[in-house]
């Protein structure tokens, strides 16, 4: 079936750093999601993007929807301490399905 | 701002017993997954449902999972006789329909904790 590779599993960074992280599939997806969550609660949508080559921003996060459809980017501008979760991409394929698959997710911890 | 909302946060049944988590989606919105993940892992697709009927389901749905959409406003993930490895955080997520894609997407509930022993 059909994986979303996510990199990097985890990465510590220093506050005020950017961050940088990527999603990758050997299939085609029509929708990349990226979310958020914290210990305990639900995802939280982040960015939505729903055409190749789209690049989105929402505040100090950016994420681009790859031109091959086969992969995607979020980067998080300045990080601040309330940045700390985990990160995940979902991705809606092809073949008229409405099911999103989620990437193994980033552990993102910011040190102040 | 709508949200979708899950009952009950956190449940704690013996195994075999049966478990009913509940949802109520967002109120314009006319599809509707449940998702689980187990601690520590990512999040995977249990089922879609639209127009009463499931949609999409995937190998972890077995014959121990239905879904249910009694009235206008609830949908529900039943567990007929749970296991030790049916513990997990299950997410209920809705969005508004299955056409058209700007805007289209699915928004999360805040998830039912299940913890089976």
């Known amino acids: 079936g059909q994986q979303l590779n996510q990199s990097p599993q985890s990465m510590f960074i220093q506050e005020g750093e950017d961050v940088s992280m990527n999603c990758t599939s050997s299939?085609?997806?029509?929708?990349w999601l990226w979310y958020k969550q914290d210990p305990g609660e639900g995802p939280v949508l982040l960015i939505a993007?729903?055409?190749?080559?789209e690049l989105t921003s929402n505040g100090r996060l950016t994420a681009q929807f790859g031109i091959t459809r086969k992969d995607s980017f979020l980067n998080i501008s300045a990080s601040i301490p309330s940045d700390v979760g985990i990160y995940f991409c979902?991705?809606?394929?092809?073949?008229?399905?409405?099911?999103?698959?989620f990437g193994t997710g980033t552990r993102l911890k910011v040190l102040a | 701002e709508p949200e979708v909302t899950q009952t009950p946060s956190h449940q704690v049944t013996q195994m075999g017993q049966e478990v009913i988590l509940r949802c109520v989606p967002i109120?314009?919105?006319?599809?509707f997954y449940w998702y689980r993940q187990i601690l520590g892992q990512k999040v995977e697709f249990l089922v879609s449902?639209?127009?009463?009927?499931?949609?999409?389901k995937s190998e972890i749905f077995d014959d121990q999972f239905s879904v249910e959409r009694p009235d206008g406003s609830n949908f529900t993930l039943k567990i007929r006789s749970t296991k030790l490895e049916d513990s997990a955080m299950y997410f209920c997520?809705?969005?508004?329909?299955?056409?058209?894609?700007?805007?289209?997407?699915?928004?999360f509930g805040e998830g039912s904790w299940l913890t089976v022993v």
């Open positions: 979902a991705g809606r394929g092809t073949s008229g399905t409405y099911k999103y698959i």
């Open positions: 299939s085609i997806f029509n929708t």
């Open positions: 993007l729903y055409k190749a080559g």
């Open positions: 997520a809705s969005r508004v329909s299955p056409m058209g894609e700007v805007g289209n997407t699915i928004y």
């Open positions: 109120s314009n919105h006319l599809y």
């Open positions: 449902f639209y127009n009463n009927e499931i949609s999409e």
